[in-house]
């Protein structure tokens, strides 16, 4: 079976700082993965997505980036944390299939920047 | 393009009564069309899911949902409320178009269920 992993589970960071979040999945092969941000009360805003090995989408332009070194291996990052940052990130996996990929999701990393 | 609007952003039952939230959707193309589930501090977990095949779709937990074209709708129900279904449910769209499979998300509702 599959499983997503993501950690830390809680991070918090003060403003400024760098920031490497990591998200592998396990049990398949040649997914496609995602990042994606939740504020708090708000819903989900997709930030990046990755079809292969060194594929990645930006959705939204911001002070963060995504790496994906390894097939199964998706990395968050930041040079330099805002405040605005703050949020609920998740990560998440789907088997392209041509029709209704669904997704499935890790337990998430709660990020706070101070 | 495509778009969902989750129309209550907060729903409010008592335990043992109906539950309906409600999703409308706008696609260009056929759209798969998905309900999740987030408990507090949780992942999104799958409840059910429609690809053209049968328009009432069964999920987990005893949720359904119906898929509506001249409505463009998909809703969820239960019939029976329990106090473990108080958490966030989202509505996804997605059109998967030159391999490329780009979900929407709704903003979510929450459903808070009432002893």
């Known amino acids: 079976s599959q499983t997503i992993h993501q950690w830390p589970a809680t991070l918090v960071q003060p403003v400024g700082s760098p920031l490497s979040l990591e998200c592998t999945v396990e049990?398949?092969?040649?997914?496609?993965l995602y990042w994606y941000r939740q504020a708090a009360g708000r819903g989900l805003q997709l930030l990046f997505y990755?079809?292969?090995?060194?594929?990645i989408s930006s959705e939204v332009p911001q002070n963060l980036s995504a790496s994906r070194p390894q097939d199964r291996q998706f990395i968050l990052s930041s040079k330099k944390l805002l405040l605005s940052d703050s949020g609920f990130y998740l990560c998440?996996?789907?088997?392209?299939?041509?029709?209704?990929?669904?997704?499935?999701f890790g337990p998430g990393t709660r990020l706070t920047v101070l | 393009a495509q778009s969902v609007t989750q129309l209550d952003s907060h729903v409010s039952v008592s335990e043992g009564t109906p539950v309906l939230l409600r999703c409308n959707y706008s696609?260009?193309?056929?759209?798969?069309l998905f309900w999740y589930v987030q408990h507090p501090n949780k992942g999104l977990q799958l409840l059910l899911k429609?690809?053209?095949?049968?328009?009432l779709v069964k999920g987990i937990n005893g949720f359904e949902a119906e898929f509506k074209k001249s409505e463009t709708s998909f809703h969820l129900t239960k019939p029976s409320a329990h106090m473990s279904d108080a958490a966030e449910y989202f509505c996804?769209?997605?059109?998967?178009?030159?391999?490329?499979?780009?979900?929407?998300f709704g903003r979510g509702t929450s459903l808070i269920v009432h002893p």
């Open positions: 998440a996996w789907s088997k392209p299939t041509g029709t209704g990929d669904t997704q499935y």
């Open positions: 049990g398949t092969s040649n997914p496609n």
């Open positions: 990755s079809v292969g090995i060194g594929q």
């Open positions: 696609s260009s193309y056929s759209p798969s």
């Open positions: 429609y690809t053209s095949a049968a328009t």
């Open positions: 996804v769209v997605s059109v998967t178009t030159g391999g490329s499979y780009i979900p929407t």
